[in-house]
């Protein structure tokens, strides 16, 4: 009699999210609390990533959602096996890191915050980012790529037929 035991793996999870804090002065020379959260797609994933922020002006979490899946580093929870929150407590998100992976990617980032920066770095592969957020800086890389603002922008396209269109603002 031959018995053979099998163990299904869970999905390893595409992107990480987590928060890193540290301290600086405003204009004026007052302490500031700030918060970056960076985004990471791990390679050979087909990306679908979405960000969004809550309590209005002044986020206090920003929810990530992929769904090749998302694990929690750092001031981040689960919240489902394609969405992370974090938390950032009496830090003022100002801005938010993102990096996509190897394949044909897409980003669509809601009303980030009015404060703070967004970067997208997206990648080999024809990516798609869309934000309807301020500052917004944007890098292409090989393929071809569709890169959307509604808000201030800066682009840089890469290698590819690129397709870029800018918002209001600079």
């Given at each position: 009699?031959?018995?053979?035991?099998?163990?299904?793996?869970?999905?390893?999870?595409?992107?990480?999210?987590?928060v890193?804090?540290?301290?600086?002065?405003?204009?004026?020379?007052?302490?500031?609390?700030?918060?970056?959260?960076?985004?990471?797609?791990?390679?050979?994933?087909?990306?679908?990533?979405?960000?969004?922020?809550?309590?209005?002006?002044?986020?206090?979490?920003?929810?990530?959602?992929?769904?090749?899946?998302?694990?929690?580093?750092?001031?981040?929870?689960?919240?489902?096996?394609?969405?992370?929150?974090c938390?950032?407590?009496?830090?003022?998100?100002?801005?938010?890191?993102?990096?996509?992976?190897?394949?044909?990617?897409?980003?669509?980032?809601?009303?980030?915050?009015?404060?703070?920066?967004?970067?997208?770095?997206?990648?080999?592969?024809?990516?798609?980012v869309?934000?309807?957020?301020?500052?917004?800086?944007?890098?292409g890389?090989?393929?071809?790529?569709?890169?959307?603002?509604?808000?201030?922008?800066?682009?840089?396209?890469?290698?590819?037929?690129?397709?870029?269109?800018?918002?209001?603002?600079?």
């Amino acid at each position: 009699m031959l018995t053979v035991a099998c163990a299904a793996a869970a999905p390893a999870a595409a992107t990480t999210v987590r928060v890193k804090t540290f301290g600086s002065e405003d204009r004026t020379g007052e302490p500031r609390k700030r918060a970056t959260v960076i985004v990471r797609a791990q390679g050979g994933e087909r990306n679908r990533l979405r960000g969004v922020t809550t309590s209005g002006n002044k986020p206090q979490s920003v929810v990530i959602f992929d769904k090749a899946g998302v694990s929690p580093g750092r001031g981040c929870r689960r919240t489902s096996r394609r969405a992370v929150a974090c938390r950032t407590g009496r830090f003022t998100v100002t801005d938010v890191d993102i990096v996509l992976g190897d394949r044909s990617d897409r980003a669509t980032l809601d009303d980030f915050f009015p404060d703070g920066g967004v970067s997208v770095s997206a990648g080999r592969g024809d990516d798609r980012v869309i934000s309807r957020s301020n500052f917004l800086g944007v890098y292409g890389g090989p393929g071809r790529d569709v890169l959307r603002s509604g808000g201030e922008a800066a682009f840089v396209g890469g290698p590819g037929d690129d397709r870029l269109f800018g918002g209001p603002g600079d």
